[in-house]
């Protein structure tokens, strides 16, 4: 089954965020799906790279992976100006009625509270009236349904439900929020000066990495193409937690994720806090005695022209376990087995192990 999947920049690689499109099957047969779409500027280049480089006006499948201002905007710009087949999201505020009633309503009684579900929901709530207005149908992504030819794997509906929901309604001035407000503060003020070197056999993955409960919502989406031999592992921003249980459903599966995935978008940029040691080890294998002269494994990761995102640490953990990683740094970046690709596409340059690297305390 040939496929390809593409990944976009977002406002021209000036921002961080993720756009990716990916098709598969026969050109007869092919199927589309969208998994986010960064600002509303990238929406508007995806809907240019579908038509010309896909010659249709169909999305089969258009994926919300989590609410963030930097991957929503786009999709409503796909959802207004092209054909969508179903529209896949997470509508908290169908389990939680203080989210409910204030988009409802437009009510809200705790101080802060109205901010934060703004900021967090808008955009997600204006993509639902949306489809309703478009008569496009919606579904809601949660372990063990089917979106095309991908499984999901992550949320479970009683996790989402029961457990994170209640923190996704959080203000930003809670507890929850300020102490990772401080640990932020904390990374910055020590991005100057602190500096580690980094060997081969020892590996920098600090143990305390957390996110926030909107990342760890992430729809994360598994799928065997390439004639059920090419595991393809789409994560969002999700965090140790979720990946961990991404990988738990996969062995209830009888499935190993160190054996099946041959391609993983890395989570939030190729962020620290989002991997550990050994949830690596569970999803990609153990670190390797050394480099490898050939990788079959590839990451891909989504990152803005300058930053501070891929961390070194983490380029050099997948490294270690044989995996060949690009990094999109503001480019269209595309990863194919046996789709027909323009002429003009060159290979993509490749990350190399770095020897010092930022050291960062989460």
Request: proline fraction near 6%.
């Amino acid at each position: 089954m040939p496929f390809e999947i593409d990944f976009l920049p977002v406002d021209n690689g000036e921002v961080p965020g993720d756009a990716v499109v990916l098709r598969y099957g026969s050109s007869a047969q092919q199927k589309i799906i969208v998994y986010d779409a960064g600002t509303e500027t990238t929406g508007d280049a995806l809907v240019k790279h579908i038509r010309q480089f896909f010659n249709i006006n169909h999305i089969d499948h258009l994926v919300s992976s989590h609410p963030d201002p930097h991957n929503t905007p786009g999709l409503i710009n796909l959802l207004q100006q092209m054909d969508v087949g179903t529209l896949w999201m997470h509508r908290p505020w169908l389990y939680d009625s203080v989210i409910r009633d204030y988009f409802e309503l437009g009510i809200c009684a705790q101080p802060g509270l109205a901010e934060t579900l703004e900021f967090k929901f808008r955009l997600n709530y204006e993509l639902e009236q949306l489809a309703h207005e478009k008569q496009v149908p919606i579904k809601e992504p949660f372990r063990g349904q089917w979106i095309g030819n991908f499984h999901v794997l992550s949320p479970a509906k009683d996790w989402y439900v029961h457990e994170l929901i209640d923190q996704l309604s959080l203000p930003v001035a809670s507890p929850n929020h300020l102490t990772r407000f401080l640990r932020c503060l904390r990374r910055t003020a020590k991005r100057a000066v602190a500096w580690v070197a980094e060997h081969w056999d020892h590996e920098y993955l600090p143990e305390s990495g957390q996110t926030s409960a909107e990342n760890e919502s992430s729809v994360v989406l598994y799928g065997n193409l390439e004639d059920y031999h090419y595991g393809l592992l789409l994560t969002g921003h999700a965090g140790v937690e979720a990946l961990h249980r991404a990988a738990d459903y996969l062995e209830q599966l009888n499935m190993s994720a160190e054996k099946r995935i041959q391609f993983i978008q890395m989570p939030h940029y190729g962020a620290l806090e989002h991997v550990s040691t050994p949830l690596l080890n569970r999803l990609l294998g153990t670190p390797l005695a050394h480099e490898p002269e050939q990788k079959h494994k590839v990451a891909f990761i989504s990152s803005a022209k300058s930053g501070r995102y891929p961390h070194a640490s983490v380029v050099n953990a997948l490294l270690r376990r044989g995996v060949k990683v690009v990094s999109t740094e503001g480019k269209t970046k595309r990863h194919q087995k046996n789709a027909v690709i323009p002429t003009n596409w060159q290979v993509s340059p490749v990350l190399t192990f770095s020897e010092r690297v930022e050291k960062t305390e989460l």
